[in-house]
Structures are given as C-alpha cells and as structure tokens.
C-alpha cells in the first residue's frame, strides 16, 4: 500500500514576498497611471473628432498609441488582480502564469511601440513615442521570469493543486 504525503505550502516571505510586493506596486502604480488616458479616452468630443474623416493623421495616431497603453495597462492590472488570486490560494498554476503574464506584457509593449513607430513614419511627423512602459515590461520580465521559474522558495510555496 503506498502513501502518498500531502507536503505543506510554504508561507511567503523572503525573496519572493518583495517580488510579489514589487509586483503590486507595478499594478497599483499601472491603475494610477491610467486614469488620465483613460478620461482623454472617454471624451465623446475627441471620440467624435477622431471619427471625421477629415480628422488629422497626427490626432489619430496619438489616439490610437493612447488607446493602445489602456489597453495594456488594464491588462496588467486585471492580470494582477488575477495573480492575486492565484498568490492566495497558493495554486501551483501561479508560476506559470506569472511567467506568460510578464512576457505578454513585453509582446504587448513592443508591438505598441513598433506601431506607434509605423504610424508615426506613415504620417511623416515625429512624435515622441513614450519607451517607459516597454522599459518597465522588459526589466520585470528579466527579473522576474527566472525568479519565478528557478526559485526553490516559489515551487515549495505553490503547491496547491
């Protein structure tokens, strides 16, 4: 007859308590950021600018980058809200899902970035395309994607099925 042992969850702290603390803040800080884009967005008069067809190349490029950083932006923190989740009932899915979480963030950025890029050379005005949030994405990437999937401290935390 065979017994199989249950092992009990590690609790958080340590490293991993300050990268899931830093993982918050680029959420909580993410939520901040977005309430002026968000309201830029939400104008019916800009909205019902943007739609005339007579409307500028510049405008809707700025529009369209604009839209595009709210929409990353809420994926980050419904990702964390969902993460969140994941952190609290110890799942050992979490991991994995940092994991994807942290690199879509990076594909999300740079695809953005490469569009504003491509508008912006299509209309033939510079406009200055922000490079933090794809700083930002690709520094948590780094730091995190190995901390997550190397760390001995996250596999014995979560283990919950």
Request: proline residues 2%; charged residues 15%.
């Amino acid at each position: 007859m065979t017994t199989s042992t249950k092992t009990e969850p590690r609790r958080i702290g340590g490293c991993l308590l300050i990268a899931l603390l830093c993982l918050a803040a680029w959420a909580l800080t993410t939520a901040v950021a977005l309430r002026d884009p968000l309201k830029l967005m939400l104008e019916w008069e800009l909205l019902a600018v943007f739609a005339r067809s007579d409307t500028h190349g510049w405008y809707r490029a700025v529009m369209t980058m604009v839209g595009c950083d709210v929409m990353i932006g809420a994926f980050i923190v419904a990702g964390a809200g969902w993460l969140t989740l994941l952190v609290w009932r110890k799942s050992a899915r979490f991991a994995v899902q940092v994991q994807a979480w942290l690199l879509a963030i990076v594909v999300m950025r740079t695809g953005a970035y490469l569009l504003g890029d491509y508008m912006t050379h299509v209309i033939g005005i510079a406009i200055a395309i922000p490079f933090d949030g794809f700083v930002q994405a690709v520094i948590a990437a780094a730091l995190g994607i190995p901390y997550f999937r190397l760390s001995r401290r996250v596999r014995e935390t979560f283990v919950n099925a």
